[in-house]
Every structure is written in C-alpha cells, then in structure tokens.
C-alpha cells in the first residue's frame, strides 16, 4: 500500500485478505462438492484461482464504493464481506439469499452493501458500472465503481461504448479486467486484437495498468494507485489483471482447449500459496497461518447447513418485485 504500516499492523491486513481468500475458495470447492452430489441444481462459474484479484481489488477501495461484477462473481460478493450463508443461501433459492432467492449466482445484488450485482450478460456490468460512475457525479459523491469484467467481455461492443463515454466525461470509475486467458474455450490470442485490454484502454486515452493477478500485492498496490487517481477526479482507468482460473469455465467443462501442462504451470503460482509465504516472511508461524485456513473451512461448513437448512420462497413469494 502506498503508506507504511507497522510491521504488527501490516501482518495482520494481510492474514485478514489471506483469509477471505481462503473463504472464497472454500465456498466454490463447497459448491463444486454440492453440485456433485446433487444438492444443487443448474450450473455456476467459479474463481479458484482468481481470489487475489477479487480480495486486492476490493480490500483496496472504501467500502462505500461501487461494485459491478459479472457472471463468475462469487469471489467479489464475499471479496465485499458479504454474508457466505445468505450467498450460498440465494444459490439454492432460499428466503435468505440476498435476493430472496430468485436471482442465484447470476443475478445477486446487495444495494446495503454497494453491490450492483453480479451478471450474466458478457459485458453487461460495463455499462451498469459506468451509468452509476454518472449518478455518482451528479450526487457529488467522492466514492468510486469498480467493474469486474473479463477479457471475452473486452470484445462487446458494451465495453467499447463504456469507454467511450467513461473518457469523454471523465466519470470515476475503475474497469478491472480479469484477463484469465479464455473466454469459455476461445483463448485470448485469437480474440483479442490490438496487442491486449490495456492497449485498448490506451485507444480511448485511458490510463492503467498491466498486473500479476496471482500476487495479492501487486493488485492491492496498483488498485490503490489507480483508485487514488480516478477518486481525485482524474477520469476513467483500467486495471488489467492476468490470471487464470484452475477450473472449467463452468460445472461440467472438460478443459479440452487447453494443457494440463498450462494448468499446472499456473498453479505453482497459485495466490494462497505465494501469500502464505508473505504470511511466513511476515513472522506468521505454520500454525497460525493453518488456523485462518481452518476458520475460512468452518465458517463455510457452517453457511452450508444454514443454507440448507432455510426455507424456500412459495409461488408468491416467486412473484414478489414483478411489475410487470
Ligand atoms: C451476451 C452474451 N454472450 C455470450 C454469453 C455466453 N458466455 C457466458 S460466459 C462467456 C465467456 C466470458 O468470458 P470472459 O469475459 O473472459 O470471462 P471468464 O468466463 O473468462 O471469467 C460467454 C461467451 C453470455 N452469457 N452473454
Ligand atoms: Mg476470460
């Protein structure tokens, strides 16, 4: 971060990101687990792999800023310190899910929490995101968005007209790419022209930066430089991060686009990992570092049976919020 902290101070920032990273991964494994053993029905994209993103980028911004995430979104909602039992509780339909419910994994939102919700639509947070970067002007608001989205979503033509329009009025709001290197099956190298994301920001003269996805660091330090800038009314930026999800693109994706090889290369620089080391460099001890491990576990194990346990909504409660 761009300030210096006490060591004691510093260590203990960290194990609290190394811990919400560790939760998120826990709550898709969770997922996975129920999927495979049919306690859940449809299907979910998750990040495993891609916590550093969502816990560098949120830990980094206030909490009264903006976020907008997409269709792999489960890592940002708990990223916000969202309540693991009433997300998993909306993936299962239950009263208590943040959406009663009737959004799931897709379209879950929390305006208590300043989340503008995750989103199916590739693209389609570009321009929620930039619409309310406009509302934040006009209420003289100095909070910020954020706008998860991922490299396949680079080529909408939403992402072009946010842009566009994010540039000419210098609205604050941060376009975070997770550039995991695929879009489904298609990678990067055949379809994204224009040497990449960033270069593409540069086209609409839009400032960013290029950073390691994997390292929790490097995302929370460049963040806050970004976010700095665009909250003081410097006008758009983007943050691309390169990443890599471990898993398929959805439940039931065999990999076949893509190497085994690949996949373990990106593994050895797996960001619960590099960050128990900076825990271990930090003075942590393995026990220590074993415990947020195990707490992340037992509050996942925990938000399960609650989930399960919540009632689901009857046919009114279904047709609840339709006006039309
Ligand atoms: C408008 C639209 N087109 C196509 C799809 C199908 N689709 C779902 S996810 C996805 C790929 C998105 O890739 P990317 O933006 O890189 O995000 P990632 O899945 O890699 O996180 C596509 C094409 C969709 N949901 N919406
Ligand atoms: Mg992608």
């Known amino acids: 971060m761009a300030t210096a902290e006490p060591e004691a101070t ?3 920032h960290y194990a609290a990101y190394f811990r919400r990273m560790v939760l998120i991964r826990c709550f898709e494994e969770a997922l996975s687990d129920l999927f495979g053993r049919n306690l859940l029905g449809g299907t979910s994209h998750f990040c495993i792999g891609q ?3 969502a816990v560098g980028v ?3 911004l206030r909490k009264t800023d903006w976020l907008v995430s997409n269709h792999r979104g489960h890592g940002h909602l708990l990223a916000r310190g969202l309540d693991p039992a009433r997300v998993m509780g909306e993936l299962m339909g239950k009263i208590t899910g943040y959406c009663g419910g009737r959004g799931g994994s897709q379209h879950m ?3 208590a929490d300043h989340f503008l919700g995750t989103n199916g639509i590739t693209g389609g947070g570009l321009p929620i995101g930039t619409g309310a970067a406009l509302a934040l002007r006009y209420r003289g608001s100095d909070d910020i968005v954020a706008v998860f989205f991922g490299d396949g979503a680079s080529n909408q033509g939403t992402f072009h007209e946010s842009l566009n329009m994010a540039a000419l009025w210098k609205l604050p709001v941060l376009y975070v790419c997770e550039n ?3 879009g489904m099956s298609n990678p990067v190298s055949r379809s994204v022209a224009a040497g990449g994301i960033l270069e593409r920001a540069g086209a609409y003269g839009i400032p960013g930066r290029r950073a390691d996805g994997m390292d929790l660091t490097a995302v929370l330090e460049q963040t806050a430089d970004l976010a700095a800038a665009v909250r003081a ?3 758009p930026a983007l943050l691309e991060l390169e990443t890599y ?3 398929g693109h959805s ?3 065999p990999r076949v686009y893509r190497s085994r090889e690949e996949e373990a290369d990106w593994q050895h620089r797996d960001c619960l990992e590099r960050s128990a080391a900076h825990l271990r460099r930090l003075g942590l001890s393995e026990a220590a570092i074993e415990a947020l491990r195990q707490e992340a576990r037992q509050t996942i194990d925990a938000a399960v049976q609650a989930a399960m346990a919540a009632p689901c909504g009857g046919r009114d409660h279904a047709l609840g919020g339709v006006y039309a």
């Open 10 to 12: 510093a260590a203990a």
């Open 51 to 53: 916590e550093a993103c």
């Open 58 to 60: 949120v830990s980094a």
């Open 109 to 111: 939102c929390s305006m």
């Open 180 to 182: 995991n290197g695929y």
């Open 233 to 235: 009314g410097a006008g």
């Open 245 to 247: 999800r471990f898993c």
């Open 251 to 253: 439940k039931n994706d």
